[in-house]
């Protein structure tokens, strides 16, 4: 029973969802889920750009795939952009959950709206284009996403106590100047940080971190802070006591936004727990060594040589087989 908990936290911390499947009495487990924002959209494969052969590769995979999307909007009602791109895939066959971050940057073709930068297709259409999007560039099969802003995020990491983070000397700074950006904001006040090393960061401080991409290794560093909290929050998350669990994740739940449905989520939970899917590995794309720099038109880019980007993504959701840079990683 102690380890089927402890599975039951992984998959919540991962995709802040599937909470309390375990949790004893059916209608209190769909009160919880109905605290979600679900969002409706196309199921259509055409509506999503699933190609039929990426819909036959998930049909024998083994393997759920889910859009995690964290959009920078200074408003509820406007879409954002979605600076934070993931890939969580549940992978029932290698027993693992991965997650895969997207170059925000990364030069793709936009349905209605040529060649530009992934970022923009969450603000051209919300989350069916952004997925749509993933899926024609990469000839993947998603069909469902989870959604947070950066202010629910730090709400997020409030409520479960903060996150342990090794802070470097050059992200002191910058972490406090981005929380004054979000205070001013909101209308807050702001705790700084004294000192660089490992400390626990409060929502937002870690959100501050997550978002910083002015340091050595520009926004290739911040997708790998963006993994470090999450990998923080699962970490924190999977430590909470079991009288701290249910009341942590009621909180966590209204928080989100999904297409999920209350009986998918369950059957999700139910699939990972099931095949004990526990082991979390996470990786960037485009990958070291095949993607560079751009400037077209004046705004600069991140190219990546697609084929092999997409061989790559494959191979390490779908085979388990991590891809290897060229040159050194940034």
């Given at each position: 029973?102690?380890?089927?908990?402890?599975?039951?936290?992984?998959?919540v911390?991962?995709?802040i969802?599937?909470?309390?499947?375990f949790?004893?009495?059916?209608s209190y487990?769909?009160y919880?889920?109905s605290?979600?924002?679900t969002v409706?959209?196309?199921?259509?494969?055409s509506?999503?750009?699933?190609?039929?052969a990426?819909?036959?590769?998930?049909?024998s995979?083994?393997i759920?795939n889910?859009?995690?999307f964290?959009?920078?909007r200074?408003d509820?009602?406007?879409?954002?952009?979605s600076?934070?791109?993931?890939i969580?895939s549940i992978?029932t066959k290698?027993k693992?959950?991965k997650m895969?971050?997207i170059?925000?940057d990364t030069?793709?073709k936009?349905?209605?709206h040529g060649?530009t930068k992934i970022t923009?297709a969450?603000?051209?259409g919300?989350?069916?284009?952004?997925?749509?999007?993933?899926?024609?560039?990469f000839n993947?099969?998603?069909?469902?996403y989870v959604?947070?802003?950066?202010?629910?995020l730090?709400?997020l990491?409030?409520a479960?106590?903060?996150?342990?983070?090794?802070v470097a000397?050059?992200?002191?700074?910058?972490i406090?100047?981005?929380m004054?950006?979000?205070?001013g904001?909101?209308?807050k006040?702001?705790?700084?940080?004294e000192?660089?090393?490992t400390?626990?960061?409060?929502?937002?401080?870690?959100?501050?971190?997550s978002?910083?991409?002015?340091?050595?290794?520009g926004?290739?560093?911040?997708?790998?802070?963006q993994r470090?909290?999450?990998?923080?929050?699962?970490?924190?998350i999977?430590s909470l006591?079991?009288?701290?669990f249910?009341?942590?994740v009621s909180?966590?739940l209204?928080?989100?936004?999904?297409?999920?449905s209350?009986?998918?989520?369950?059957?999700?939970g139910?699939?990972?727990?099931?095949?004990k899917?526990?082991?979390?590995?996470q990786?960037?794309?485009?990958v070291?060594?095949?993607?560079?720099?751009k400037?077209i038109?004046?705004?600069?880019y991140?190219?990546?040589d697609?084929?092999?980007?997409?061989?790559?993504?494959?191979?390490?959701?779908?085979?388990?087989?991590?891809?290897?840079p060229?040159?050194?990683q940034?």
């Open positions: 029973m102690k380890k089927k908990k402890k599975v039951t936290k992984v998959v911390s991962v995709i969802l599937g909470a309390l499947v949790g004893g009495v059916i487990t769909f919880q889920l605290k979600v924002k409706k959209i196309s199921g259509a494969n509506d999503l750009g699933i190609s039929a990426a819909a036959a590769k998930d049909a995979s083994g759920t889910i859009a995690l964290g959009v920078d200074r509820k009602d406007e879409p954002g952009r600076d934070s791109i993931m969580l992978d290698h693992k959950i895969s971050s170059m925000r030069y793709v936009i349905k209605g060649q923009h969450y603000a051209y919300g989350s069916q284009l952004a997925i749509r999007t993933i899926n024609e560039n993947l099969d998603i069909k469902d959604t947070v802003d950066f202010f629910d730090e709400k990491i409030n479960i106590g903060g996150v342990k983070v090794n000397q050059d992200e002191v700074t910058l406090n100047s981005y004054n950006e979000t205070a904001i909101e209308k006040a702001v705790t700084k940080l000192n660089p090393g400390q626990n960061l409060n929502g937002l401080q870690a959100v501050a971190y978002r910083i991409r002015y340091t050595t290794g926004d290739f560093k911040r997708t790998e802070r470090t909290v999450l990998t923080a929050m699962l970490t924190k999977e006591g079991d009288t701290q249910p009341s942590v909180k966590l209204p928080l989100t936004e999904t297409s999920i209350s009986i998918n989520i369950l059957k999700l139910t699939k990972v727990i099931t095949t899917s526990t082991t979390v590995v990786e960037r794309f485009p070291d060594g095949y993607c560079w720099g400037t038109d004046k705004v600069w991140l190219v990546c697609m084929n092999t980007t997409i061989d790559q993504i494959h191979k390490f959701i779908y085979d388990d087989i991590k891809p290897v060229t040159t050194p940034i």
